[in-house]
Nanobody, 126 residues
Framework: QLQLVETGGGLVQPGGSLRLSCAAS????????IGWFRQAPGKEREGVSC????????DYADSVKGRFTISRDNAKNTVYLQMDSLKPEDTAVYYC???????????????????WGQGTQVTVSS
């Protein structure tokens, strides 16, 4: 099983920014698509963004388009999620997940992803 570790969460005021990192342990991320998902209390896990193994293809949920940016640095074995203009409704536990083959349609389907990190809490509040 692949090991993924998310870091970078925290408490931020509305309009602020955070950058989440998803680091791989014990394997190289080069061949894997990575997705970011989030789950708020009482809600289902939802897709936020995903990126292909090369970084050439990305996708975003409508709710975060124009505010979040996904990127990857395969040399550092890490994928990032830059979150700007944060809103209270962005509050959730954020997870990264990996799968071998990228498909835009899978970005919104958590059950299509094979390996998950433990999550990092993001709280947007004044």
């Amino acid at each position: 099983q692949l090991q993924l570790v998310e870091t970078g969460g925290g408490l931020v005021q509305p309009g602020g920014s955070l950058r989440l990192s998803c680091a791989a342990s014990g394997f190289t991320l080069d061949y894997y698509a990575i997705g970011w998902f989030r789950q708020a209390p009482g809600k289902e896990r939802e897709g936020v963004s995903c990126i292909s193994s090369s970084g050439g293809s990305t996708d975003y949920a409508d709710s975060v388009k124009g505010r979040f940016t996904i990127s990857r640095d395969n040399a550092k074995n890490t994928v990032y999620l830059q979150m700007d203009s944060l809103k209270p409704e962005d509050t959730a536990v954020y997870y990264c997940a990996a799968r071998m083959y990228y498909s835009r349609s899978y970005c919104s389907q958590p059950n299509r992803w094979d390996d998950w990190g433990q999550g990092t809490q993001v709280t947007v509040s004044s």
